[in-house]
Nanobody, 126 residues
Framework: QVQLVESGGGLVQPGGSLRLSCAPSGFTLDYYAIGWFRQAPGKEREGVSCIGVGDGSTYYADSVKGRFTISRDNAKNTVFLQMNSLKPEDTAVYYC???????????????????WGQGTQVTVSS
């Protein structure tokens, strides 16, 4: 059974940082791209970032470029999302997802992924 588990969310002040983790249960991440998504109350789930296998190509939504960094540690079987310079508008439940080995041109679309974690809450507030 394919499962993903996110962790690392919490409450942080504007300008602060958090690092989210995405770890699988029942499979290795070596052959899977991982996408990060977020969903704020009343809004659609949106793609934040994606990291592929092989050369580890990375992709970011314009809203987080320069502030967020996605990385993978295959030895730890974990993908990370380092979030810096957080803003109140980053507040959302963050999800990781997977289904295939590459981040293609549709990486940001929810429909591209079949396997999702349960999400972790990130709240940016003073």
């Amino acid at each position: 059974q394919v499962q993903l588990v996110e962790s690392g969310g919490g409450l942080v002040q504007p300008g602060g940082s958090l690092r989210l983790s995405c770890a699988p249960s029942g499979f290795t991440l070596d052959y899977y791209a991982i996408g990060w998504f977020r969903q704020a109350p009343g809004k659609e789930r949106e793609g934040v970032s994606c990291i592929g296998v092989g050369d580890g190509s990375t992709y970011y939504a314009d809203s987080v470029k320069g502030r967020f960094t996605i990385s993978r540690d295959n030895a730890k079987n974990t993908v990370f999302l380092q979030m810096n310079s957080l803003k109140p508008e980053d507040t959302a439940v963050y999800y990781c997802a997977t289904d295939h080995p590459i981040c293609d041109s549709s990486w940001y679309q929810r429909s591209e992924y079949d396997y999702w974690g349960q999400g972790t809450q990130v709240t940016v507030s003073s």
